[in-house]
């Protein structure tokens, strides 16, 4: 079939050419990832550009980051003019780039995006409740245990990372072996070893794809269950994107929310103040956290259906635009100052989003996060190991969170160990057993056996008559070999379990 004229490719490995004269003075934000002074970088976007800057996401990548607080609330509203979808993306369309996120809520529009978003929404609200918050504790608790002995711990690696990962499992309904599991894959996908973290993407992918298979033999009251049982019939495929998509986009934000509100209460000490003297809610204070020091940064998220004009950039239909989350708290347009009085309490931040993709996760993000901090500071009276300046950030663009927090406190009394009982002495067990058994035969020594006669044969009667054998299966039949059973097969998850042990 003649498909007409192919469309020019560019030659492999040379970057294309900008097609927008603005994109020649675009900032190359990738180079920037490794910057400390992120908050820095963010105002010197915005003094040279305005609201909305020019830059290359990857090299030779041409994207617009939304510096402005209302020009980032303007596209997250309106999914008639800017798109989630990245079938749209211009440099995909024109075969420049690759498509990888397609399949999700996150990436789709309209009824599909209702279609697919509706039963996640729905399990998440089903699964909450007081069930959910003592589970949150439990885990919570269970992992200041593994360290409250010690006197010191890393509040990032030990706590913050693991706890979301371990509460989504438990969603799962899996046990909390595979809690420890899900949190070592997610802690290596995220690491910074590339090898590592591309084995981990791998293995999470059969996790998620292995837990789906189980839940559709054996369904129960859980996340996934739900999922598939849900009217609007999603297939397992369907679901386990879903599943994916959730543990991307909410274990690493929800530990970096938790990191960053104990770094904030480590190194400001009337923030400190007002939070264990009552003063301060834990829901203000997170809404604090948001503003101040908020755990994702900018995303890649949104194409314009059609031309458009946003902050006084002229942006063509399909080009790529980075929600900027940091920058848009810091627009002095919008933020009327730093204190804690200014921020704690003010919901108005983007943190969960905006219009019809705002996060389904929010609640559940909110209280392991409240959670995670009210456990941590009512057992332990942890301390900063080393000064602020000594702490080092993730070189990330999207997330914003600490490589590490290192902590020190009084270390906790290690428990008892009960003592088990004393056994029970058994020489008369012993004497009664000895007394009722028979004198030996003698084979051992020749000796002779007892006078008395033998008992009679038993007569066999219709309830002792031998029931014959049942005849083996047909295959080997010319030797009578039986046939082998069926090997059951083996689990992925607990083959999983084997390897990241």
């Known amino acids: 079939m003649n498909q007409g004229p192919s469309r020019p490719r560019p030659t492999p490995g040379t970057p294309p050419q900008p097609r927008c004269p603005v994109h020649a003075q675009a900032v190359p934000l990738y180079r920037n990832a490794h910057r400390s002074d992120h908050a820095l970088l963010w105002e010197e976007l915005r003094a040279r550009f305005g609201a909305v800057a020019p830059v290359e996401i ?65 399990a998440l609200h089903a699964l909450s409740g007081r069930r959910l918050s003592r589970t949150v504790t439990r885990l919570a608790s269970s992992l200041v245990d593994r360290f409250a002995t010690t006197g010191r711990a890393d509040l990032i690696a030990d706590y913050a990372a693991p706890l979301p990962a371990m509460v989504l499992n438990f969603l799962f309904g899996l046990d909390d072996r595979y809690g420890d599991l899900l949190a ?14 591309e084995r981990a993407t791998a293995d999470l992918r059969r996790y998620v794809r292995a837990l789906v298979a189980r839940r559709r033999a054996e369904p129960g009251d859980d996340l996934v269950s739900r999922l598939l049982a849900h009217p609007v019939a999603l297939t397992d495929a369907e679901v386990a994107t879903e599943v994916e998509t959730l543990l991307r986009l909410g274990v690493e934000p929800t530990a970096h929310l938790i990191g960053n509100a104990l770094r904030l209460l480590l190194t400001q000490p009337e923030v400190a103040a007002a939070y264990r003297g009552a003063a301060l809610p834990s829901v203000d204070f997170l809404d604090y956290v948001m503003w101040a020091d908020p755990p994702l940064q900018a995303l890649q ?20 635009l980075v929600l900027g989350f940091a ?34 996760a929010r609640a559940l993000a909110s209280e392991v996060a409240a959670t995670a901090i009210d456990v941590l500071l009512d057992r332990l009276d942890p301390k900063l190991d080393g000064p602020p300046e000594q702490l080092r950030w993730r070189a990330s663009l999207s997330v914003h969170g600490l490589a590490a927090l290192p902590v020190v406190f009084p270390p906790e009394p290690a428990p008892a ?23 030996p035969r003698g084979a051992r020594y020749g000796a002779p ?46 083959g999983l379990l084997a390897q990241w042990a």
């Not at 070592?184 to 973290?197: S, T």
């Not at 056996?449 to 031998?466: C, F, I, N, Q, S």
């Open 58 to 122: 990857s090299p030779g990548v041409p994207g617009w980051l939304l510096l402005g607080y209302h020009e980032n609330l303007n596209v997250l509203r309106n999914p008639v003019s800017f798109s989630t979808d990245p079938a749209r993306w211009r440099e995909a369309r024109e075969g420049r780039q690759e498509n990888r996120v397609g399949g999700t809520a996150l990436a789709a529009d309209g009824e599909r995006h209702r279609r697919m978003r509706t039963p996640l929404v729905e």
């Open 184 to 197: 070592r894959l997610c802690a290596a996908r995220d690491g910074d070893d590339p090898d590592a973290a």
């Open 301 to 320: 998220a949104r194409y314009p259906t059609h031309d458009v004009r946003i902050g006084g950039a002229d942006i063509k239909e399909g080009e790529a």
């Open 327 to 360: 920058p848009a708290h810091a627009d002095p347009a919008t933020r009327r100052g730093h204190a804690l009085d200014d921020l704690a309490g003010n919901r108005s931040h983007l943190m969960w989003g905006a219009g019809p993709h705002g996060c389904p």
């Open 417 to 439: 160990v009960p003592q088990q009982p004393a056994p029970r002495p058994r020489r008369r067990l012993l004497a009664r057993t000895a007394r009722r058994t028979a004198a």
């Open 449 to 494: 056996g007892d006078t008395a006669e033998p008992p009679a044969p038993r007569t066999p009667t219709a309830r002792h008559a031998r029931v014959p054998a049942p005849a083996s299966r047909a295959t080997g039949a010319r030797y009578h070999v039986p046939a082998p059973a069926d090997e059951p097969r083996p689990d992925p998850l607990e």
